[in-house]
Nanobody, 117 residues
């Protein structure tokens, strides 16, 4: 059974930083693309970033390019998302998901990120 458990969210002021983590189990983590999605209140699920299995390729939504950094540690079955220069519009529940930009892929329960003064 695929399990994805996110952590690291919280309340942060505009301009601040957070590091999200996602621990995966139930599948061969090192063989899969992994992605982050987010969903803001009243809005649809939005793709944020993806990373290839072999660490060679990263992809970002234009709205987070240059501010967020995706990474992974295949030895620890863990996916990360470093969030820097946070803006109020980054407020959302952040989910990690298996596969590349697939909103229907298995994902975790999410971690809340709130950016407010």
């Amino acid at each position: 059974e695929v399990q994805l458990v996110e952590s690291g969210g919280g309340l942060v002021q505009p301009g601040g930083s957070l590091r999200l983590s996602c621990v995966a189990s139930g599948f061969n983590f090192s063989s899969y693309y992994m992605s982050w999605f987010r969903q803001a209140p009243g809005k649809e699920l939005e793709w944020v970033s993806s990373m290839s299995a072999a660490l060679a390729h990263t992809y970002y939504h234009d709205s987070v390019k240059g501010r967020f950094t995706i990474s992974r540690d295949n030895a620890k079955n863990t996916l990360y998302l470093q969030l820097d220069s946070l803006k109020t519009e980054d407020t959302a529940i952040y989910y990690c998901a298996r596969d590349y930009r697939n909103p229907n892929a298995p994902r975790g329960q999410g971690t809340q990120v709130t950016v407010a003064a």
